[in-house]
């Protein structure tokens, strides 16, 4: 027992003390899946009363003391450990009204939400599962425990969790499932939007998003259908051979899976497209100003989603900004003033995405991209001016220059153009001689 981790020292203590404990849900499966295991809830015949008993030495806290579940810090790590129970009635969709506490573990295991979490283990590793979650797995298959569209009435969540888990495991769902999953999915508007936002967090940075997404677009506009315009929108554009909502999945895919701003910058970057479009006489597609408009509908989204303030600032400026075009020295300075140095190199990694989920022609502007990122990096390596901050001027300087009020700013911000479009060194004697010209025209 010594060399034991401290779970499984958690289910010895409570065997030792005449109960039954086991592991159970998402740790098991991920166990036996091979991977990594970040948190171990415990499911046990004991009342949370006598939970609380047998770890008095430890600090244990009541956190969901209705529903069975204290939580034990145990050898430096939080346990929940619940009360094996059967769930009453959801009348909001969300948790059960009433619960009754049960001395059978396999009643326990047929109120959870699919098979593959419906796997309980004991300390000796010995593996109670009732409803083939372990065959799922071994098959990669999604399947609610019993019938489908009770499991989702109880939690309208678990609509969005069989989508989101089919993206993180790369697992398919089970037919019965699915059929429940589209005709159920109404109901997430019962939900929360900090837990849709969650879910939808998860689900983009999953494995096989690309097949998921693609697949369950209409599950995912359910919850933002602000991107439904974009299923099936052809651009009837040289540079596209997706429509809108496959060219945003397929560049969402291409960002680095850990990346979760990148991940929701491609979700939303062409968001716009379809309410921006124009088709000329011979049938092309423009999208001008897809862009800043996107932005602002980004920036909507994200609120209701109640997305961090800064998450939805940096995302709404790269959105703002991933059409634009800056091919030269001055242009990169220009994007440094505007946005700053970190944002310019985000913002160069998301217009190299939207470009991987274009025709294959267009891949050759990513080198370019680079090229421009290390100019940026060869100045700020150089200290040249980029923003006010740098320039050989200040406020203080113009004030004694004979401007004032708004002047100083408008001026110090003109003096900054004229040294990024090199038009002047940055140097105090010329910048102030050129705003005392300007003072005395």
Not at 284 to 310: E, S
Request: charged letters at 30%; hydrophobic letters at 40%; one cysteine or more.
């Amino acid at each position: 027992m010594e060399n034991a981790a401290g779970h499984i020292k958690a289910l010895q203590r409570m065997e030792k003390a005449g109960y039954e404990a086991y592991l159970v849900g998402g740790c098991v499966r991920d166990q036996l899946m091979g991977r990594p295991v970040h948190d171990h809830d415990i499911t046990t015949s004991a009342m949370p009363e006598q939970v609380m008993a047998v770890f008095s030495d430890c600090t244990v806290v009541p956190t969901g003391i209705k529903h069975g579940t204290v939580t034990v810090l145990f050898e430096g790590e939080p346990l929940e450990i619940t009360t094996f129970r059967v769930d009453g009635s959801y009348s909001d969709s969300r948790r059960p009204d009433e619960v009754s506490f049960t001395t059978d573990i396999r009643d326990d295991l047929s109120r959870r939400d699919f098979t593959m979490n419906a796997i309980a283990m004991s300390a000796d590793g010995r593996i109670i599962d009732p409803f083939g979650g372990r065959e799922d797995i071994e098959k990669g298959v999604i399947r609610c425990v019993g019938e489908p569209r009770k499991r989702f009435a109880e939690d309208a969540l678990r609509i969005l969790r069989a989508v989101r888990f089919a993206s993180q495991l790369g697992f398919g769902i089970d037919d019965g499932t699915s059929a429940a999953v589209r005709g159920m999915k109404g109901r997430l508007s019962l939900i929360s939007e900090e837990r849709i936002r969650d879910e939808i967090d998860k689900l983009i940075c999953g494995r096989d998003c690309i097949r998921v997404m693609l697949g369950y677009s209409d599950v995912i506009t359910e919850v933002i259908p602000e991107l439904a315009p974009c299923v099936g929108f052809d651009q009837h554009s040289p540079y596209h051979k997706y429509d809108v909502w496959e060219h945003t999945v397929r560049a969402v895919g291409a960002a680095p899976q850990d990346d979760l701003l990148l991940r929701r910058t491609m979700l939303f970057h062409d968001v716009a497209k379809p309410a921006c479009a124009r088709f000329d006489e011979n049938g092309r597609g423009h999208f001008k100003r897809h862009a800043p408009v996107g932005a602002d509908m980004a920036g909507g989204i994200m609120k209701r989603l109640r997305y961090d303030n800064k998450s939805i600032a940096g995302i709404c400026t790269l959105i703002r900004h991933h059409a634009d075009k800056f091919f030269t020295k001055a242009g990169v300075r220009r994007m440094i003033s505007e946005i700053g140095a970190d944002q310019l190199f985000r913002l160069l990694e998301v217009m190299k995405l939207d470009n991987l989920a274009k025709n294959e022609f267009v891949l050759k502007e990513n080198l370019m991209f680079d090229e421009l990122a290390q100019t940026a990096r060869d100045l700020l390596a150089a200290g040249e001016c980029c923003t006010l901050r740098e320039l050989a001027v200040n406020g203080s300087d113009l004030k004694e220059a004979g401007f004032s009020g708004a002047e100083v700013g408008a001026m110090l911000h003109e003096l900054l153009e004229q040294v990024i479009d090199e038009k002047l060194p940055n140097s105090r004697e010329e910048l102030l001689a050129y705003a005392g010209r300007r003072c005395r025209d």
